[in-house]
């Protein structure tokens, strides 16, 4: 047990790391190749703080883990909207000033509605993947559209200055893209061990491994780089990380999972993290499209954001310690 605990704290550590690794080198390379800052801004910075949950969602699909690969991959839509926005907003108000940001929460809206809709019969099958992967690409291809065509926008304003205040040669990006993601996917595999040996050791069913530990862990890239961000005054890529995130986890990261191999879904999924999930996502809707004017989210929403994440994870805890294993 110690061992898997150990093995636990080494994969979230080098996850975060080759993460970090991973979006600096695509990034570095991506501008040395010609793509633009906003496409930069929404596929590389996207994809990349969304790995840790790909990859880790994948083999536990690989090794009949579904528990695992739901729960982290819903877990982190929970903690990035309610934990990482909540805790942004608190230290400083997120202001929502990009038009494409704001274009996309109707569509996270209409996204975690789908999921539902595929979960409530208690299967995710092929079919369900090919889906989710469908709409995943339209979305892109629509997001990618829109923010081209609309000219000058925030986003892309913001990563053109976090590039030039870190530039890169393009051979450094190419060592640095290709070390993160063979560490990314060799600490995936450490953290799916240790989190599935825990939960059988402590009787816990891998599902709330994932929508916890092992949720918290792989969204630690998003907490770091929405702080960053935050700090730095960049609001659309504090919350340009959430929603993009959530996004890539609702659609590619279970659309993947699924894709591999078809997820036999608990009820509770759907009843429980599902509801959760898509309370907070509308929270997020009101809070942040600003039907008035330009969204904001203040610090007494990011509070209640918090709140809610407490009270849901202390949830989680008290089933578990009273018996209830799902």
Do not use: F
């Given at each position: 047990m110690l061992l898997a605990a150990a093995t636990i704290v080494i994969g979230?550590?080098?996850l975060v790391w080759s993460a970090d690794r991973f979006v600096d080198g695509a990034a570095g390379s991506a501008s040395h190749f010609g793509m633009s800052p906003l496409l930069i801004g929404m596929v590389i910075v996207g994809f990349g703080t969304s790995a840790p949950e790909m990859v880790v969602s994948a083999i536990?699909?690989?090794q009949g883990n579904p528990g695992l690969a739901l729960g982290n991959a819903y877990g982190s839509n929970i903690t990035n909207i309610a934990l990482i926005l909540g805790l942004v907003a608190l230290l400083k108000p997120v202001a929502v000033g990009s038009s494409v940001l704001r274009k996309e929460l109707p569509i996270l809206a209409a996204v975690t509605l789908l999921s539902g809709w595929q979960l409530y019969d208690g299967n995710l099958t092929r079919l369900d993947a090919l889906v989710l992967m469908v709409v995943f690409v339209a979305v892109m291809g629509w997001s990618i559209y829109q923010g081209m065509r609309g000219g000058s926008d925030l986003l892309a304003v913001e990563i053109t200055e976090e590039l030039a205040s870190h530039p890169m040669p393009l051979k450094k990006a190419i060592f640095w893209l290709l070390v993160g993601l063979v560490v990314l996917v060799?600490?995936?595999r450490l953290l799916v061990w240790g989190a599935v040996d825990i939960a059988q050791y402590f009787g816990i069913s891998d599902?709330?491994?994932?929508?916890t530990i092992v949720a918290v862990g792989t969204s630690l890239p998003?907490?770091?780089?929405s702080l960053v961000a935050v700090r730095k005054g960049?609001?659309?890529i504090a919350l340009g990380n959430v929603i993009g995130s959530n996004l890539f986890n609702t659609l590619a990261v279970v659309g993947i999972a699924a894709g591999i191999h078809p997820l036999a879904v608990e009820a509770v999924v759907f009843q429980r993290d599902w509801v959760v999930m898509a309370l907070l996502t509308a929270a997020l809707f009101v809070f942040g499209y600003g039907f008035r004017g330009p969204g904001r989210i203040?610090?007494?929403e990011g509070a209640v954001l918090v709140a809610a994440y407490v009270a849901y994870t202390l949830y989680l805890v008290v089933m578990v310690i009273g018996g209830v294993k799902s």
């Open positions: 979230l550590t080098l536990a699909a690989t060799a600490s995936s599902l709330v491994i994932g929508l998003e907490l770091a780089s960049e609001h659309d203040n610090r007494v």
